[in-house]
């Protein structure tokens, strides 16, 4: 396990971090060796032959299923994960960004494009994916954030039945325990469920200056996930205690006893085994130790390992575009539209505002021995930020009608920047090259500054996944077309200009809040400020907010482009589902994490429901 890199990596030069950073790494590692962080690690001798439900994939859906159907005692659940087990160390929200291209991240990239990610080596866009328990929920900002309730009355607009906004809410709730009083008293909240959600316990005065920009720009201080979605609101978190709370600690650790259920790490799985006559799913096939295994499902095979590996997995497993399959020698089992419909909310990096005190994050600064105590004993201080993120709002852009309460613009305030760990890691994490980070923020590094992540909320450019080939291991190639359909950029630069605007508010002003003065290399020679300059700069900063969705699409049974129904079975195969991000048919108006949870929710009640009246 890769506990003291990741930790270690924040270091400073000075000895008292250096000792701090041990010493928080030694207490936390001794409490995660003390016991399993998720899951008892199941042996490969101690596989039974076949389970009642194999589900592949342990991240925010899996790990939710595992739970969920594993309450049924007659039932027997297998749990296959590619990744290993959590840690402690992992769970220290500040540290989100050094969890990216670790051992616990797939560390995909996109394809090249001209069109987006100029800034980063070989044009290539870094896209992390969590290859652990809990997935992608132990390396995410931990933003709780649901989306609009315009998104699921669509969905049910399109023929998805039953996945009204009304239909959902319940879902949301079930896993919700929202410590916030003013929330959880609300129709939207509740409490009790397995999922933590609360805001950290320390802030910046950046927020605080955030929420009151946003009033000036006549936006109300607001619960987004309650009655209203448009408005400015300090951010809550999958977190509990000041530490991370991802669906492995949430929904696997309080039931690691169970006896009906398996988990079994560092499983890769490389095909679904279906019988082409009876097009009937009947087990999986993965690898382990280097060992090939095969183990059977008598009721259903459940694919819950995100919108990247999932459609690889369905491909290779002869579901999907029947041309791909055949180019690849796959036999075509089932001719559907897998892979297509990708759809990501991009944001634009680099947007970073100086100011002249010291309120921000700066990496040498917040690693100390009293804010890591604070930490290790109470849960408390500015390791306890989502990842530096502290605010969220909701906006509209003059493309949509305000009144509708329908914003299209997302924006992250980050109490800091690119620049804020000096130099040391954020750059490589966002796939930036070396001439670009010492060109734009090479004279700040190290300085108190402030961003804003401007976020496209419903991007009308879609992309594809494709299989680069017919090896499992190989990963697929990604395209997602940030930019195609001119209007996602166009909404994007006005995202720009707004927060532009808001810098000069006087709740920024206090603090003399500037502009980075160092433009991007590509942009010098344009005008600054002006539409073809906020085009250029999202060109060259172009950064995935770690959303993908859509390659397994969910529809009715006369939508073309449908990989599963509402009820979430694969189109033309019996016994198999895909349950996760990835069968969402548009994507949500804000961060995924919590609908896929829901999604997960929803998708076990179903399974319930169909096979426990069978059993009647």
Known sequence: MDVGSIALGGMTSGLTQSMCWMLLTMFLYIKYAVDDYAAKNVPSGALMSSYDFIIVGGGSAGSVLANRLSEIEDWNVLLLEAGGDGSEIYDIPVLAANLQLTQIDWKYKTEPNKNFCRAMEGGQCNWPRGKVIGGTSMLNYMLYVRGNKKDYDTWEQLGNTGWSYDDVLQYFKKSEDNQNPLHAETPYHSTGGYLTVQEAPWHTPLVTAFIKAGLEMGYENRDINGKRHT??????????????????KAFLRPIRTRKNLHVVMGAHVTKILIDPSSKVAYGVEFVRDGERLCVRAKKEVIVSAGSINSPQLLMLSGIGPKEQLLKHGIPVIQDLKVGHNLQDHVGVGGVAFLVNEEIALVESRIYNIQDMLGYAIFGDGPLTLLGGIEGVAFINSKFVNGSDDFPDIELLLAAGGACSDGGRNMWKVHGLTNKFYDAVFGEISNKDVWSVIPMLLRPKSKGFIALRSSNPFDYPLIYPNYFDQPEDMATLIEALKFVFKMSKTSAFRRYGSKMNPKPFPACKNISMYTDP???CMIREYSMTIYHPTGTCKMGPNWDPEAVVDPRLRVYGVARL?????????????????????MIAEKGSDMIKEEWLKNEV
Do not use: K, L
């Open 231 to 248: 408005g400015f609101m300090v951010a809550q978190g999958t977190i509990r205690h000041g530490r991370r709370c991802s669906t492995a």
């Open 533 to 535: 300059y906020w085009e």
């Open 577 to 597: 589902r895909v349950i996760d991000g990835s069968i969402m048919p548009n994507i949500v108006s804000g961060n995924t994490n919590a609908p896929i949870i």
